[in-house]
């Protein structure tokens, strides 16, 4: 299969990559001091690091079944802002970076989670 045909998924290195893409996401907000507060709460954090896996690889065209709650569900009641939102969407973009990933992909990972904004920030 040519490279640029080549679905998400496999473009992000299949669930291997996505794996490292992850850890490096959860360590970078584990540093980030306007959202570390945050996930310092989550009292199953190899859980919370199973689901984020699946739902990426998921969302990004792999066969994984993704067995958390939806994103509306996940983040009610949170009153995430703005800000928050765009931090952590910021630290995304870092740890694809870190990964290897390409400024191509990474604005192709930016676009899908920027469409979750709605069901994330202040709901
Ligand atoms: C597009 C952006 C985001 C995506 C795709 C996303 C995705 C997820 C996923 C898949 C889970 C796991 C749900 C489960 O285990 O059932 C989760 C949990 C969580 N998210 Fe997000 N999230 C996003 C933005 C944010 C933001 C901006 C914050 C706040 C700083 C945040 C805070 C949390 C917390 C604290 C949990 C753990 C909840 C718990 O297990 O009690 N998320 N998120």
Redesign the pocket.
Known sequence: MNQDHANLYDRLGRREGITRITRELIKN?MANP??NI??G????MD??E???I???CM?AGGPET??????L???RG?N??EQ??????DD?MAALQTCGVDAPVRNEVLA??????G???RV
Do not use: P
Not at 112 to 117: E, V
């Open positions: 907000h306007l959202v945050r996930y709460q989550v009292d199953d859980r919370l199973r689901n984020v699946d739902f990426f969302g993704y067995g958390g709650r939806d994103m569900t996940t983040h949170m995430i802002s928050e939102f765009v931090t952590v969407v995304a899908i989670l920027w469409s979750l904004k069901e994330v920030v």
